[in-house]
C-alpha cells in the first residue's frame, strides 16, 4: 500500500512538474506569436526582415549556452549534496558572466570600429549594438532559468515569465510607433529580460543559494565533452534558423519576411517542443539512470507521438482557415504562401518527433556523434537549400531544411537504438 501511494505521489508531482514546464513555455510561445504578428501588421517587410535577422542570432547564442550549460546542470546536479550543489551553481555563473560579458564588449568595440571606417550605417550599427546588449541580458536570464529547471522549480520560472511576457509585449507594441521598430524591439527585449532576471536570481536564493567563492576552472574541466554539445547546437542552428541569413544574401530580406511570416503561424508547435527541452532533458537523465535506455525510449516515443499528432490537428486547422489567417490576422499576403506554409508545416512535424528522441542521446551524452550527425545534415540542408532558392525561390530554402531535418531524424533513430559505450564523463 506504501508503494503504491508513493508511486501516486510521483506521479502528481510529476504532472505538476511537467504541467507548469508547459503553462512557462505555452505563455512564451503566445509571446512570441504576438510581437511577430504586432511587427506584421504595424511595420514594413524590412523592420519585420531586420528584426528576424537579429532575433535568429540571439537564438543562436542562447542555444549554444543551453547546449553547453544543460548538460553539466542535467549530468551533475543531482548527484550532489546541498554545498556541492551550492559550488558547482556559483562557479557556473560566474564563470559563464565573465566569458560572455568579456565576448560581448569585444563585438561592440568591433562595432564601433567597423561604423567609424564608414562600412557600416547608423541603422545597421545601431540594431547590432541593441542586439549584443538585449543578448548579455537574455542569455543571463536563460542560464537563471535553467539552474531552476534543473532544480525541477518550473514554478518559479513561470512566475518570473509572466513578467518577461508582459514587459515584452509593451516595449515591442510601443517600438511599432517609432521609424526603427527593429531597433527598439530588440531593446525590449533586453529590458524585459533583466527584469525577469532579478526574480529569477531571487527565486533561486530563496530555493538554494548559490556559492560565492568556488575553484575556478569548471567551463574549461567540461569544455572537452561540452564542446561536442554546443559545435552541435551550432551546426543544427545554421540550417534550422541560420537559413535566414542565406535568404538574405540569395534573395532579400523581404523574403526573409515572408518565410518568416508564414514559419510565425507554426511558432506555438516548435517553442512548446523546443521549451520543454530545460525539463526534458533532467527527467531523461534520471529516466536513464534509473531505468535504462530501452524504457527512456519507449517514454520519449510516447512523447514524440503526443507531439506529432497536435502538430497534424494545429496544422489542418490552420491549413483550412488559411485565408482568414492571411487576410484578417496577418493583414498581409505573400508570394508563395500556400507553398511556404505547407513546406513550414511537413518541417515542424519532422522536427518535433526528432527533437524528442535526441534527449536520449544527449542523456548518454554521445555530443561527438550528434554533433557529426548534425554537420552532415547542416552541409546538405546548406547546399540543397541554396540551389533550391536558384531554381524555386523561397520555397526552395525550406526543401533544403526538410532534406537536413529528414537525415538528422534517420541519423538519431539510428543511433537511439545502438547501445552506449561509455559512462558519463562528468557524472562525478
Not at 319 to 336: D, P, T
Amino acid at each position: 500500500m506504501k508503494g503504491r501511494v508513493d508511486h501516486r505521489q510521483r506521479r502528481l508531482a510529476f504532472a505538476r512538474l511537467f504541467s507548469s514546464a508547459v503553462l512557462s513555455q505555452a505563455l512564451l510561445s503566445a509571446a512570441s506569436f504576438a510581437i511577430g504578428l504586432m511587427l506584421i501588421r504595424r511595420t514594413s517587410d524590412l523592420q519585420y526582415g531586420h528584426y528576424i535577422l537579429a532575433a535568429s542570432a540571439i537564438a543562436l547564442l542562447v542555444s549554444l549556452q543551453n547546449a553547453f550549460c544543460g548538460p553539466v546542470l542535467a549530468a551533475r546536479l543531482g548527484r550532489l549534496d546541498l554545498a556541492g550543489r551550492a559550488r558547482l551553481v556559483g562557479a557556473l555563473l560566474r564563470e559563464r558572466q565573465a566569458v560572455v560579458v568579456g565576448a560581448g564588449l569585444a563585438v561592440i568595440a568591433a562595432a564601433l570600429a567597423w561604423r567609424a571606417t564608414g562600412a557600416q550605417d547608423g541603422r545597421g550599427t545601431a540594431l547590432l549594438l541593441a542586439g549584443v546588449a538585449a543578448s548579455l541580458a537574455i542569455l543571463h536570464r536563460e542560464c537563471l532559468r535553467l539552474v531552476l529547471f534543473a532544480h525541477r522549480r518550473p514554478q518559479d520560472v513561470l512566475r518570473t515569465d509572466l513578467l518577461y511576457v508582459v514587459l515584452m509585449l509593451a516595449g515591442v507594441f510601443a517600438a511599432t510607433r517609432t521609424g526603427e521598430a527593429a531597433v527598439f524591439a530588440v531593446a525590449a527585449l533586453g529590458l524585459a529580460a533583466l527584469a525577469s532576471s532579478a526574480l529569477l536570481s531571487r527565486a533561486l536564493r530563496r530555493h538554494e543559494p548559490w556559492a560565492q567563492t568556488a575553484a575556478p576552472g569548471l567551463l574549461r574541466a567540461v569544455a572537452p565533452l561540452a564542446g561536442w554539445s554546443t559545435a552541435g547546437a551550432a551546426m543544427h542552428w545554421t540550417f534550422s534558423q541560420g537559413y535566414v541569413y542565406l535568404v538574405a544574401a540569395t534573395l532579400d530580406v523581404t523574403a526573409v519576411a515572408a518565410i518568416a511570416a508564414t514559419r510565425l503561424l507554426l511558432m506555438p508547435v516548435n517553442l512548446l517542443s523546443t521549451g520543454i527541452g530545460s525539463l526534458m532533458l533532467p527527467l531523461a537523465t534520471g529516466w536513464l539512470d534509473r531505468h535504462g535506455a530501452a524504457l527512456l525510449r519507449r517514454r520519449l516515443a510516447l512523447f514524440a507521438a503526443g507531439m506529432a499528432a497536435a502538430t497534424a490537428v494545429y496544422f489542418a486547422v490552420l491549413w483550412l482557415e488559411r485565408e482568414w489567417v492571411f487576410a484578417v490576422l496577418l493583414r498581409k499576403q505573400f508570394a508563395q504562401r500556400d507553398s511556404l506554409l505547407l513546406l513550414w508545416g511537413v518541417l515542424f512535424l519532422v522536427m518535433v518527433v526528432r527533437d524528442q528522441f535526441a534527449y536520449l542521446i544527449a542523456a548518454q551524452q554521445r555530443f561527438r556523434a550528434l554533433t557529426l550527425l548534425t554537420m552532415a545534415s547542416a552541409g546538405v540542408s546548406l547546399v540543397t537549400s541554396y540551389a533550391g532558392m536558384r531554381q524555386f525561390g523561397a520555397p526552395g530554402a525550406l526543401g533544403g531544411m526538410l532534406v537536413g531535418e529528414l537525415i538528422s531524424l534517420g541519423g538519431i533513430l539510428l543511433l537511439s537504438r545502438q547501445p552506449r559505450r561509455h559512462g558519463l564523463a562528468w557524472a562525478a
